[in-house]
């Protein structure tokens, strides 16, 4: 029983790698060329706004939650306003990194 109990967690891990490197590829940086626009600390190099450390080369983990993008944006206090079509908004509470890239982006607002 234990040996299919560890067969099966070790198989849902591999399963859940892929989706977990496609997340962080969606957040990498893009060659300057493609990008549009470019997050403030990200083109200054300062990396320790976001990230563990300052090191452009090995900035390390990212700081989790939106509380990290909201010490800067203050001006969205927890919620951000979202079009939804004609005119109309609603707030989202979800994570920031959920629709803008932290990076750079090839659309307006960072937008993904």
Avoid: W
Wanted: aromatic share 2%.
């Amino acid at each position: 029983m234990r040996l299919l109990t560890s067969s099966v967690l070790a198989a849902a891990l591999l399963a859940l790698a892929p989706a977990a490197r496609a997340g962080a590829a969606r957040l990498a940086p893009l060659p300057r060329a493609e990008a549009v626009v470019v997050h403030g600390p990200y083109e200054q190099g300062a990396c320790d706004a976001c990230h563990a450390r300052g090191d452009p080369r090995d900035p390390g983990p990212a700081k989790a939650g939106k509380e990290t993008c909201l010490a800067c944006h203050d001006e969205f206090g927890g919620t951000a306003p979202v079009r939804i079509g004609k005119g109309r908004s609603h707030p989202i509470k979800g994570e920031c990194v959920g629709c803008h890239n932290p990076h750079n982006s090839r659309k307006r607002k960072l937008l993904l």
